[in-house]
């Protein structure tokens, strides 16, 4: 399972699928130069229970890491995966 990634530099997803139907989403929007904000994420019943919204925000995890950025977790999913998992902390805002 491939996971994309699309960024217009004011906002952009984590996703599967193709362009014009995603399975699984990710979507944020940037607070300034160095911040995403995670607004939502969105599994497809088809993929449900498989970890496809933890393989998401694991790819925005190692994307915060590369580009040295912070992430505000307003996504309840993403959120509760930010309070469980100090592993990732270092990228929390």
């Not at 997803?13 to 139907?21: C, L, P, T, W």
């Not at 040295?68 to 805002?93: G, T």
Request: hydrophobic residues 40%; contains cysteine.
């Amino acid at each position: 399972m491939e996971i994309k990634h699309k960024d217009d530099g004011k906002k952009g997803e984590f996703y599967i699928g193709d362009n014009h139907q995603h399975l699984a989403e990710m979507v944020y929007t940037w607070a300034g130069e160095n911040v995403l904000i995670i607004e939502h994420t969105d599994v497809d019943d088809s993929l449900r229970g498989q970890g496809v919204g933890n393989k998401l925000l694991e790819r925005a995890v190692t994307f915060a890491r590369e580009k040295n950025i912070k992430i505000i977790p307003l996504c309840p999913f993403a959120k509760s995966v930010f309070d469980k998992d100090f592993s990732i902390h270092d990228v929390l805002k």
